[in-house]
């Protein structure tokens, strides 16, 4: 499908997920796209948001439902959406600075540096508490990655592509982890990647001058120094179809579909539209009065 564009002020933060896409507007409250009637879109009165992260889950007959959660400005969350295994169950953490989620699961690191987690814990991808010296942490369907502040690298949870083989990395500035593959952004620029071969790995090793990367359930997508995108893995339903996009400053990448927020703030997707997760052109600027989906 040809890119979606809409105008939204506030470049810091969008996600993509199974399929909905979340962005937080510039006055703290937050609007998504996809099945208004999934409660994973159900965000209409959230306020004070600075941060928002979507549950995700590679598209398959037996997957569908998800969860979102949102960072405040007071360092605690708010979730809705799919609570099965507990990952909602958020909203007594506290001194939260950085959130994440990912199929069944939501990790958060805390000002302390140390990580939590809360959700299903069958594949071990929720046993982050001991981890320390953290800076970020990202959530595949199955397993975990944690940044250290030193530029290394912390995996746990289903390693059957090798998606889980990073205590080798190092100089580590950015995680990105998808279904079965896992990526990094280096200090200098070059994005490094494990797991399964269809989400793209292999293409990485060209990328230059790299600022910012994604991984989808089946792709990996990065922002370039000049605000282009490169993009790699599976194009089945056209979410790597975005050589044309241009200044942009972050992306996020769903299971088949693909966000950007562009320098100007407004926001462009492509990919799967199935359940309206791309309509985003009725995403508004600053005014929480506007109808969200």
Do not use: K
Request: aromatic share 4%; net charge negative; proline share 1%.
């Amino acid at each position: 499908m040809s890119p979606t564009r809409s105008s939204n002020a506030n470049p810091g933060a969008i996600a993509a997920g199974r399929r909905h896409s979340i962005d937080v507007r510039t006055d703290g409250t937050v609007v998504s796209a996809g099945d208004s009637r999934a409660e994973e879109c159900q965000v209409q009165a959230w306020e004070r948001a600075v941060a928002v992260a979507a549950g995700n889950v590679h598209t398959a007959p037996n997957t569908g439902r998800s969860h979102t959660v949102a960072l405040t400005a007071d360092g605690t969350l708010l979730a809705t959406g799919w609570n099965g295994d507990g990952q909602c169950s958020v909203d007594s953490w506290t001194e939260v600075t950085a959130v994440t989620a990912g199929w069944r699961r939501t990790l958060a690191v805390l000002a302390d540096s140390t990580a939590r987690a809360a959700g299903r814990r069958n594949e071990g991808a929720c046993d982050i508490e001991f981890w320390t010296n953290l800076l970020g942490v990202a959530a595949g369907d199955w397993h975990s990655i944690g940044l250290r502040r030193d530029g290394t690298v912390l995996a746990v949870g289903n390693n059957r592509r090798g998606q889980c083989d990073v205590s080798g990395w190092t100089g580590i500035r950015a995680v990105a982890a998808g279904y079965l593959h896992t990526v990094a952004l280096t200090e200098h620029g070059r994005v490094l990647g494990v797991g399964d071969h269809t989400a793209g790995i292999n293409d990485l090793a060209r990328w230059r001058d790299v600022v910012s990367i994604a991984a989808g359930s089946h792709h990996t997508v990065g922002v370039t120094a000049e605000g282009r995108v490169l993009a790699a893995g599976d194009n089945s339903r056209g979410q790597c179809n975005v050589s044309a996009w241009r200044d942009v400053v972050q992306v996020s990448a769903g299971s088949l579909h693909t966000l950007a927020v562009c320098a100007d703030g407004s926001v462009l997707a492509s990919g799967s539209n199935d359940t309206g997760q791309c309509d985003i052109a009725d995403w508004s600027l600053t005014d929480s009065s506007s109808p969200s989906r």
